[in-house]
């Protein structure tokens, strides 16, 4: 199963979908089964152009300030027996990974997705995966350009995280790091 992870779209009124920055985001996203969001959509239109890869679901960031049936304050997935809960604001992710998930979510979860920062970030520890996409478009909180997001491959006994970089914007170099990282399920 492969799962797109995107955060802190902060749409831009100048924008009226994704496709303007350029097609690397809708390539990422090509042959994905779901899009998670981590919040800061600030559109409804933003998860209308996700859904046509994938289903969609979204927490609710502190832009979000709109009404959908695939916003929630906090979403948990179970995929592959795998509980990958997602929070707009994990912050701060240096903190441990169990105190994290203990504060964030009220269930126990495998992964903890969120955005909030538009830093990308990728962290495993004491049997958690932590997952910050960063931004496609605002990355660490610079103008509009392009920025990233995280692509999870999961099967039942390893999930496969990538941090992607979606390339550069002309005169405005992408600040963010690739990544990747093995995340085996613990005895």
Known sequence: MKIALIADTHLPALLRSLDELGPETATALRGVDLILHAGDVTAPSVLDWLEQFAPVLAAQGN?????????????????????????????????????????AFATGVDVLVGGHTHLERLRAEDGLLLINPGSPILPHHRETRLGSLALLELSTMAIAARIIV????????????PAQLLHRREP
């Open 63 to 103: 832009n979000d300030e709109f009404s959908d049936p695939r916003l929630a304050p906090v979403q948990i997935v179970d995929a592959l027996g795998w509980r990958i809960g997602v929070r707009h604001d994990l912050a701060p992710e240096t903190r441990p990974l169990r105190q994290i998930c203990e504060r």
């Open 166 to 177: 979606l390339g550069e914007t002309p005169g405005r170099p992408n600040p963010c790091t």
